[in-house]
């Protein structure tokens, strides 16, 4: 299944990703859970996914506190820490990963992480795959499912979460396992 994803968003050129993109971001800005979130976490996005440039400069024009993933992949580990980024002039600074995403380095331990200092109001995820019932196909390492556990053991409780999808990332079903937290929400820029 994650083959065959990946095949339809690779026949996606840069411009219909950037116009689906687009659509997606105001539907977003016109979302109310958006409006009343503060602290909202956002991955910084690949080539192959909802590009989030203007909605992370959307949360920084409009004083919301931004947090953004921080993967530790040593070995088989699948944490993952969402940190506080302060500006787009920050983001543009951090090191590109071997995904070539941006990301704080391993060794910046000097950032706000969010279950420590209040928690999240909304986590934007990002995924291969979504269903409308709430599924969503990672990419295999279970990253975003364990940090949605922790954040149900913290005293807010788990954040409202949207997924962000090009709608060739809709599916009838996505098989789902025991450690699959389901997304309360998909944005695409299809009609619902």
């Given at each position: 299944m994650r083959r065959e994803i990946k095949k339809r968003v690779a026949a996606l050129d840069d411009q219909e990703k950037l116009r689906q993109s687009r659509v997606i971001s105001q539907k977003l800005f016109q979302h109310p859970k958006y409006a009343r979130c503060?602290?909202?976490a956002v991955f910084l996005s690949m080539?192959?996914?909802v590009r989030t440039e203007e909605i992370i400069q959307d949360l920084?024009?409009?004083g919301k506190t931004c947090f953004m993933p921080k993967y530790l992949t040593q070995g088989?580990?699948?944490h993952m820490d969402m940190v506080k980024l302060t500006s787009m002039e920050d983001m543009m600074s951090l090191p590109l990963t071997s995904w070539n995403i941006r990301q704080p380095a391993a060794a910046d331990n000097t950032r706000e992480e969010a279950l420590e200092?209040?928690?999240l109001d909304l986590i934007l995820m990002p995924g291969l795959?979504?269903?409308r019932n709430g599924n969503r196909l990672g990419r295999g390492k279970g990253f975003y499912d364990s940090y949605l556990e922790r954040c149900m053991k913290h005293p807010?409780?788990?954040p409202y979460t949207i997924a962000l999808a090009f709608r060739e990332q809709l599916c009838q079903d996505i098989p789902v396992g025991d450690n699959d937290v389901l997304i309360d929400?998909?944005?695409c820029d299809v009609l619902d």
């Open positions: 503060e602290r909202i080539h192959d996914e920084f024009k409009h088989t580990s699948n200092t209040g928690g795959g979504f269903d807010k409780g788990k929400e998909v944005l």
